[in-house]
C-alpha cells in the first residue's frame, strides 16, 4: 500500500470517529434533555391525600377504620369534596355502592344519629322507609340493634268462613263466620336501617357521673321504633297487620344468615295435632 493510499484511509478513518462521536455526543444531549424535561414534569405535579376505601362496600354500610385508608393522588383528579381525613368518615354511612380503591366523597356520606333528617340515603328506588313500633319483649330490653336481621312474627284473627259439610247447621242454616287466631311468620330477613330511640330522663337534677378517663357517659335511651327498608307491598302488608291489632314479636337472626325458612302457620288445630291433645280422656 502506498503512502498516498494510506493517508487516505487514515484521513477517512477519522472522519468516521469525528462522526460517531458527534452522533454520540447527540443522543447523549437527547436523553439528557428527556431526563430533565421527565424530572421537571414530576416536579410540577402537586398532589394531595385522599380517603379511599379498602374493600367493595355496599348502599347502607357503616365506615370502619378496617374499610378506610388515604393514598396520594394528583391534586387535578380529587374531587372538590373528596375526604381528606379518615376520621371524618368514620361511622358514617354511604349513599352508594363504592368498589374497593374508590375515593371517598363527602356528598355520599351520612350520619347515621336521628336528628339530621338524612334517613333516605339508605333507600334504593324500589324500597321505602316504614316506622314499626318496638313493644315486643326483645325491644324493651334494647336487644336489637341498627343493622341487625330480624324475622317478624305475627299473631292475629282472622274471619274465616266455614267451607264443606260444616257450613249447614243441623237446621240447614249457613253457618257464621267466626273469628279465628293464626301465628305466622310474617317477613323473615329484615334488616333493620335505623332506630328511634328516647331518652331516658335521670331523676331529680343530679349530675351526671363520669366514667374512670373523666368523660361523660352516654345517656340511658329506650328502642321506640325500628325503621325498615322495605318493598312497597310487604310494608302495605305490615301496616295491614298493625291496623289489625297484631301481636308482633321480633327475633333475632345470625348476622350471615341467608337461610328462607319454610314454616307452617300455627292454628289452634296444629296445636292440638302437634301435642296429642284431642286424644286426652
Request: aromatic fraction near 4%.
Amino acid at each position: 500500500m502506498s503512502n498516498k493510499t494510506k493517508a487516505i484511509f487514515i484521513v477517512l478513518a477519522g472522519l468516521a470517529l469525528i462522526a460517531i462521536g458527534v452522533l454520540a455526543s447527540i443522543i447523549l444531549i437527547q436523553r439528557s434533555q428527556q431526563q430533565k424535561a421527565a424530572v421537571e414534569q414530576q416536579a410540577e405535579v402537586v398532589t394531595t391525600r385522599v380517603v379511599v376505601v379498602t374493600r367493595d362496600l355496599s348502599l347502607g354500610d357503616a365506615l370502619a377504620s378496617t374499610d378506610l385508608t388515604t393514598v396520594n393522588v394528583p391534586a387535578e383528579l380529587a374531587p372538590r369534596d373528596a375526604v381528606m381525613n379518615v376520621e371524618d368518615a368514620l361511622g358514617k354511612i354511604i349513599k352508594t355502592d363504592l368498589v374497593q380503591g374508590e375515593m371517598v366523597l363527602a356528598h355520599n356520606l351520612a350520619d347515621p344519629t336521628n336528628n339530621n333528617n338524612d334517613l333516605s340515603f339508605i333507600l334504593g328506588e324500589n324500597h321505602v322507609l316504614m316506622a314499626f313500633p318496638a313493644d315486643d319483649l326483645m325491644s324493651r330490653n334494647n336487644m336489637v340493634q341498627r343493622g341487625d336481621i330480624v324475622d317478624i312474627f305475627a299473631t292475629f284473627e282472622e274471619e274465616v268462613r266455614v267451607v264443606g259439610e260444616e257450613a249447614v247447621t243441623a237446621t240447614g242454616e249457613a253457618q257464621e263466620p267466626k273469628m279465628r287466631a293464626f301465628t305466622v311468620d310474617t317477613f323473615q330477613r329484615v334488616s333493620v336501617t335505623a332506630l328511634v330511640l328516647e331518652v331516658i330522663p335521670q331523676e331529680g337534677n343530679a349530675t351526671p357521673t363520669q366514667n374512670a378517663d373523666g368523660t361523660t357517659p352516654p345517656p340511658e335511651t329506650q328502642i321506640k321504633a325500628y325503621l325498615l327498608a322495605m318493598d312497597p307491598q310487604d310494608a302495605l302488608v305490615l301496616k295491614h297487620l298493625k291496623d289489625a291489632d297484631a301481636n308482633f314479636d321480633i327475633v333475632l337472626r345470625n348476622p350471615t344468615s341467608k337461610t328462607e325458612f319454610t314454616l307452617t302457620p300455627v292454628t289452634d288445630e296444629y296445636i292440638v295435632e302437634l301435642y296429642g291433645l284431642e286424644i286426652l280422656p
